[in-house]
């Protein structure tokens, strides 16, 4: 007889894998791309300033090659920043 708890079922992920005619990128390759260090790109993702990595069924981070095209040219908009810009201009602040 087993006096172990039970586990709890683990939550379920959502797998993205790159769309027809996109690729994934390693950081090895992120950081070739966008010229940056490793310690300054996660720094950029916690600060909401560089695209997240695609969810995986493995423990390697990957990129989506768009997402790091659209950062390249700055045309990268996270969504959190997207929603408190709309937040601020409902509420009259202009950080700008």
């Given at each position: 007889?087993?006096?172990?708890?039970p586990?709890?079922?683990k939550?379920?992920?959502?797998?993205v894998s790159?769309p027809?005619?996109d690729?994934?990128?390693?950081?090895?390759?992120?950081?070739a791309?966008?010229?940056?260090?490793?310690?300054?790109i996660?720094?950029?993702?916690r600060?909401?300033?560089?695209?997240k990595?695609?969810e995986t069924?493995?423990?390697?981070?990957?990129?989506r090659?768009?997402?790091?095209?659209?950062y390249?040219?700055?045309?990268?908009?996270?969504?959190?920043?997207t929603?408190?810009?709309?937040?601020?201009?409902?509420?009259?602040?202009?950080?700008?």
């Open positions: 007889m087993s006096l172990q708890k586990r709890k079922p939550a379920p992920t959502t797998m790159a027809a005619g690729r994934l990128c390693r950081l090895t390759e992120v950081m791309i966008v010229g940056l260090k490793k310690s300054t996660y720094k950029a993702i600060d909401g300033r560089f695209p990595q695609a069924h493995t423990a390697i981070s990957q990129w090659y768009s997402d790091l095209q659209a390249v040219k700055g045309d990268y908009k996270p969504i959190h920043a929603v408190l810009t709309l937040v601020n201009k409902a509420s009259g602040v202009n950080h700008g």
